[in-house]
């Protein structure tokens, strides 16, 4: 009998650690994409933004044969990118992709150095630093670019 209730209060024991375990594991998984929710709003509000200046959202069959672009893609030519060149509102074009790193620009690692690429066709500036190490970013700064991704360059 002692055995039986052993038994009964252990899988009681180990069912209720499982509820616990799997609820823990929902609720992470909930903050984390709440998490990224966040991220993705703040890189998106500045680009309805500036649907004021009209960007060019046009996904015309033409442009889009050219690469992997979603119907969505947003076209932006160089002049669009000249009106976002401060440090409250920068956008740059890095190898014919639009980025606008208004937020990243307090966290670059190179300081103010990001600033010089504002509202520029930035590519040689990104590949060269010459106000640096005269070296290509890295790889992880090329990665960190893509959370900033807003659209192509229309050439
Ligand atoms: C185009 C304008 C930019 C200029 C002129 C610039 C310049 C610099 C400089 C001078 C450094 C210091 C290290 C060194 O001298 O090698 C640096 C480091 C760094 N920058 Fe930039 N930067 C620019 C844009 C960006 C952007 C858009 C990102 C990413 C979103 C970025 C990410 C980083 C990272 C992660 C580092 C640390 C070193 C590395 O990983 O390469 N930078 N940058």
């Known amino acids: 009998m002692d055995k039986t209730k052993t038994v009964i209060i252990t899988t009681a024991v180990v069912l209720t650690l499982l509820l616990i375990a799997v609820i823990y594991i929902v609720n992470r998984q909930r903050t984390q994409e709440a998490a990224s929710r ?31 672009s979603s ?29 606008n790193v208004t937020d990243f620009i307090s966290r670059h690692p190179g300081g103010d150095a990001i600033l010089q ?6 590519t040689e500036l990104f590949e060269t630093k010459p106000m640096g190490s005269r070296t290509p970013h890295s790889e992880r700064a090329r990665e960190n670019l893509e959370n900033f991704y807003i659209g192509e360059l229309k050439q």
């Open 117 to 122: 690429g504002c509202g520029k066709d930035a």
């Open 71 to 99: 119907p969505e893609t947003m076209m932006y030519t160089l002049e669009e990118v000249a009106q976002h060149s401060t440090k409250d509102d920068c956008w740059m074009a890095i190898h014919n992709k639009v980025y």
């Open 38 to 68: 966040t991220v993705n709003t703040e890189t998106s509000a500045p680009q309805s933004e500036t649907e004021d200046t009209q960007p060019t959202s046009e996904a015309s069959a033409t442009e889009d044969n050219s690469g992997s």
